[in-house]
T-cell receptor, first 113, second 110 residues
């Protein structure tokens, strides 16, 4: 089945540790996105990528890093520089530019203690 | 920069019609999308408007006025399962980034 997969669903980390969230898609989509969702804040764009080996910062990129070495994969690293990392993280992909439908993974709920 | 405004909450009863408005301010604009998200779940795509006018998909319709920087999602014949959060989202002028509003929580009661 084609789709977009995020893992793990729940993740716990100690403060000060970097953590990498996985996002894989087999939809052959060019574009991939990372969002952070906090209660009452909607979805805020962290990073996005339209093509392999290229990505752009979204509205809240500070404290995060990404890579796009393969078309299928767009991992997000939450670094120790992120002041408030506990949140629900959503990855999405779409076939390209324009208003094409974005498909979302089931999300990773990160808790930093 | 970009900003989108939509009501935070809407309530309605089964069978009713509800309209969720969205106004946007963007440095560039390609189109307006709508997504539905149930509690704890992933957002799912509902509709997209790039041109002015109404797009209809079953019980859901979406409208766009580019000159007014305004759009709405119309939900008809409401059902309990329509209780969810609804997000409008704009695609920037380059068509590369998808920016979401804060969402509208719709509660449907019997």
């Amino acid at each position: 089945d084609g789709g977009i997969t995020q893992s793990p669903k729940y993740l716990f980390r100690k403060e000060g540790q970097n953590v990498t969230l996985s996002c894989e898609q087999n939809l052959n989509h060019d574009a991939m996105y990372w969002y952070r969702q906090d209660p009452g804040q909607g979805l805020r764009l962290i990073y996005y990528s339209q093509i392999v080996n290229d990505f752009q910062k979204g509205d809240i990129a500070e404290g995060y890093s990404v890579s796009r070495e393969k078309k299928e994969s767009f991992p997000l690293t939450v670094t120790s520089a992120q002041k408030n990392p506990t949140a629900f993280y959503l990855c999405a992909s779409s076939s390209g530019t324009g208003g094409t439908e974005a498909f979302f993974g089931q999300g990773t709920r990160l808790t930093v203690v | 920069g970009q900003s989108l405004e939509q009501p935070s909450e809407v309530t309605a009863v089964e069978g009713a019609i509800v309209q969720i408005n969205c106004t946007y301010q963007t440095s560039g604009f390609y189109g307006l999308s709508w997504y539905q998200q149930h509690d704890g779940g992933a957002p799912t795509f509902l509709s997209y408007n790039a041109l002015d006018g109404l797009e209809e998909t079953g019980r859901f319709s979406s409208f766009l006025s580019r000159s007014d920087s305004y759009g709405y999602l119309l939900l008809q014949e409401l059902q309990m399962k329509d209780s969810a959060s609804y997000f409008c989202a704009v695609t920037n002028q380059a068509g590369t980034a998808l920016i979401f509003g804060k969402g509208t929580t719709l509660s449907v009661s019997s």
